[in-house]
């Protein structure tokens, strides 16, 4: 099976609920030990920049694989923070609750991505990490990792270019969040995702959604119907092609004429 027929698959809905609930704690499953030269991933993942000898070095340094499926959380907020997690299949959201249990979603993350870095001021986590579909992280103890970034310049020089992203990203949410329209919101959304799914080494033009459209609402400050309507909206005005979760960009100048940023 290619990459392209790989990410078409239709993936199951996750459930979808008006109220944030907390369900159990899985118990995210441990499985073999990987090794990060031989992964997919490795061209997108934290080590990508490391020589043969320095990614022996810092595959020592992932302790384990854990799996998730789908609905469950990989860790909670108020969780102590030991670990990060680098993405190697499936996706993530992040989310929080307010006093009244209400869900907030703050972020995605798909396969390459580190999940956890906010954690590192406090030493808890801030959010819930919540797989959007059955996923399996790569394990980081951030203690060994901080150590091998004092003896790799590389690998300290790459986990600043991380941190600097996701530092980008939450400037773009608090742009979209504060100053777009619903329309231009979606569209910046969309262009997000064409950009990460690229970066995957997947098609950017063509991708499937891994997240529900109240999940997309919910993040985007959007009501379900709102996003629901501008996504046929948009498939009208001839800028994307919409076969249930499956989209296409087709016309991606467009859509950034319209973001205006």
Same mark, same amino acid.
């Given at each position: ?34 090794? !990060?030269?031989?992964?997919? &991933? ?5 080590? !990508? ?65 580190? &999940? ?35 003896? &790799? ?32 919101? %979606?569209?910046?959304? %969309? ?22 459209? =109240? ?9 379900? =119907? ?13 800028? %994307? ?14 859509? &950034? ?5």
């Amino acid at each position: 099976m290619t990459q392209g027929n790989a990410l078409r698959q239709v993936v199951p809905q996750p459930q979808s609920a008006a109220v944030y609930s907390i369900a159990p704690r899985p118990a995210a499953r441990a499985v073999m030990e990987p090794r !990060c030269a031989n992964c997919c &991933m490795r061209s997108v993942c934290l080590p !990508c920049r490391l020589d043969d000898a320095e990614l022996e070095k810092f595959d020592d340094l992932v302790c384990t694989t854990r799996r998730v499926a789908r609905g469950q959380t990989l860790y909670r907020a108020g969780d102590k923070f030991e670990m990060l997690y680098a993405v190697h299949s499936g996706s993530f959201k992040s989310a929080c609750a307010s006093r009244h249990g209400a869900e907030k979603i703050t972020g995605f993350h798909f396969p390459g991505e580190l &999940m956890g870095m906010e954690a590192i001021s406090r030493l808890e986590h801030n959010y819930d990490a919540i797989a959007l579909e059955d996923s399996e992280v790569c394990v980081l103890p951030f203690a060994a990792l901080e150590a091998a970034a004092r003896r &790799m310049p590389e690998l300290q020089r790459q986990l600043l270019r991380v941190l600097s992203g996701d530092i980008s990203r939450d400037q773009g949410l608090m742009l979209m969040l504060g100053g777009m329209s619903a329309e231009q919101r %979606l569209a910046a959304f %969309l262009l997000s995702l064409s950009r990460r799914y690229g970066h995957m080494g997947y098609d950017p033009e063509r991708f499937v959604l891994r997240m529900t459209r =109240e999940e997309i609402g919910n993040y985007l400050g959007l009501s379900t =119907e709102t996003v629901s309507r501008l996504f046929s909206q948009m498939a009208r005005d001839g800028l %994307l092609g919409v076969n249930q979760r499956e989209v296409e960009l087709k016309e991606s100048e467009a859509l &950034m004429e319209l973001v205006g940023y």
